[in-house]
């Protein structure tokens, strides 16, 4: 009871903040949802709640998701600084220190497969910690942890910086980028082309092969921006990096076969 007395609140607030941003009185607003102007004060006063055809009509005046209009109290952002995403998403805030620097958050390593439940939330993205680079402006930025061996020279411990893609027709070819998709996650790979139903991605190491992402599996992507390695990092040839993977996985197989092998003469034997 206490959650839906919160949530109705804040929905009433906000219904009565955008009210006074779009210079309309109580009877005009009433007047183009199709209401009577009684019924529309009683849910800017919180004493009743919008039917889901009344919150689609509110929704679509205002250009505003109904999860944002009944979950966050947007008087604490500017409008301008909300960063509206595709299906009615967004990510808040658009957070700058005060030289006018973006906040970057950092998906924590230990985390990270949260953040396809935690994207679309806003208080799990601001609840994530933040820094602060001044060479990175003019976007939207956020930090994905490093996994795996297929980005050299990324390694575990290190950190991508990505700059938000708004449309996936702004992808350039042979450049990197951090896909989160519903299949695989966060990703970082290099894009290669794009048909109708799909996009081709690449890893920079070239024992792994290429392979398709459909569009309906994608749900943000990244441009790389900058990266963030640990202390003990150390620089790695691509070709030498691409050879002794080959060779460790070589090695592997073949103590994985001498095992099999041992077995079956063990079992024969008895």
Known sequence: MLLQFVTMSIFSDNIRFLRGKKEKTQQELANTLKLTRSRYVSYEDGRSEPPIEILIKISKFFNLSIDLLVSVDIRKYPLEDILKLPDNRIVLPVVVDQLGNNSIEIVPQKASMGYLSGYSDPEYIESLQRITLPFLTNGKYRAFPAQGDSMPPFKDGSYIIGKYVENIDDLKPNKSYVFVTLNDGISYKRFTSKNKKSITVAADNSFYQPYDIPLGEIVEIWQYASGIFPEDFEAVS???????????????????LENKVFNLKIKQGS
């Open 238 to 256: 691509f070709e030498n990096y691409d050879v002794k993977d080959m060779f460790s996985e070589l090695k592997n197989n073949i103590k994985e």
